[in-house]
């Protein structure tokens, strides 16, 4: 009996982006739904090839190289359990879902979070997603980032949809609130990789993956400014540690935030608003890209959930109270 499904194929170019990077490195930007020392240790056992090829996780790439990937059944999560978890669902096909993710909700299952998640939510709408890594997710937000994500439901789907990611052609745009008035928009590239000394945390690293953050001043406030984040990688807690790379930190982020900024004179009922924000202040806002099967330019947004809203209503208020 074969060790594989024939279904669980994933075959995807390296992007030319890659060109000089580590073997092992470029798989795993190509592949985040799977762990650099998974990838390795299926490259070793010839499930992964590399222009039909094993080469060393250390070779450099040119790119271009066609990456096929037979994904293990047994690699598949069988343990995951459906929930009626309600999901609330901006489009959804036969080949993906679109949905707006509530702050606070989990993608997958892990450490301190054995359900209750979003892919436990996903298998009580769709059974099948069962056989797809991650039950289809194919990107990821924080528990405590709110907004938009798709949702692959077909293998075909999956694979499209990732070398996408990892071609940049993914278009996803956030809405933030950082702590400090900026002076104007720019962008940020610098690789993020795991803390050195926490490694629950991530941190710019000069041996990190490389990470671009792009931000815009929407407005500025007394002592924070809410901005908009352009994406072009997708790499953990990065426009959350770019920004406090910039020391603009998010307000509320309890990892890489900073003390409270409260401006001079500041109402109690304002003050109270701020310190009542208990989660770093991101929304992923909207989404575009290319539908995996009809080819179409597609574009979604999420609305601002109640608690941003409020949030930079109270700011607003707060300015105008204490305009010249």
């Not at 990821?140 to 709110?146: A, G, M, W």
């Not at 803390?195 to 629950?200: E, I, L």
């Not at 002592?223 to 406090?244: D, F, K, P, S, Y």
């Not at 701020?274 to 539908?291: D, E, K, S, Y």
Request: glycine content about 6%.
């Amino acid at each position: 009996m074969s060790d594989h499904n024939a279904d669980d194929e994933i075959i995807v170019r390296l992007p030319e982006s890659a060109a000089g990077q580590r073997l092992d490195r470029a798989l795993a930007d190509l592949l985040p739904d799977y762990s650099r020392s998974r990838l390795k240790q299926w490259l070793t056992e010839g499930t992964l090839t590399v222009d039909d090829g094993s080469p060393a996780p250390k070779t450099a790439v040119a790119g271009g190289e066609l990456v096929h990937l037979r994904v293990p059944v047994t690699s598949h999560d069988e343990t995951l359990a459906p929930e009626p978890i309600a999901l609330n669902i901006i489009y959804e096909d036969a080949d993906i879902i679109v949905l707006d993710k509530p702050a606070g909700l989990v993608m997958h299952p892990g450490a301190g979070n054995p359900d209750g998640t979003l892919a436990n939510a996903l298998l009580a709408h769709d059974p099948a997603l069962a056989a797809l890594p991650r039950a289809g997710i194919v990107h990821r937000l924080d528990k405590d980032t709110s907004g938009i994500l798709v949702v692959a439901r077909t293998f075909a789907a999956h694979k499209q949809l990732v070398a996408d990611l990892a071609e940049r052609t993914v278009k996803r745009e956030y809405e933030a609130v950082s702590v400090g008035v900026m002076t104007a928009g720019g962008h940020v590239d610098a690789p993020i990789d795991r803390h050195p000394m926490d490694r629950k945390k991530m941190a710019v690293r000069e041996e990190g993956r490389d990470a671009v953050t792009h931000y815009r001043v929407i407005t500025r406030y007394r002592a924070h400014t809410h901005v908009r984040c352009q994406l072009e990688t997708g790499r953990t807690h990065q426009i959350r540690v770019h920004m406090a790379h910039i020391r603009y930190p998010l307000l509320g982020d309890p990892v890489y935030g900073r003390r409270l900024a409260l401006p001079k004179d500041s109402a109690p009922a304002f003050v109270d608003v701020l310190r009542g924000f208990r989660r770093q202040a991101l929304h992923a806002a909207r989404l575009g890209l290319t539908h995996p099967t009809t080819g179409d330019d597609m574009a979604w947004e999420a609305p601002r959930p109640a608690d941003f809203q409020a949030l930079l209503d109270a700011l607003a208020a707060d300015a105008a109270d204490h305009a010249p």
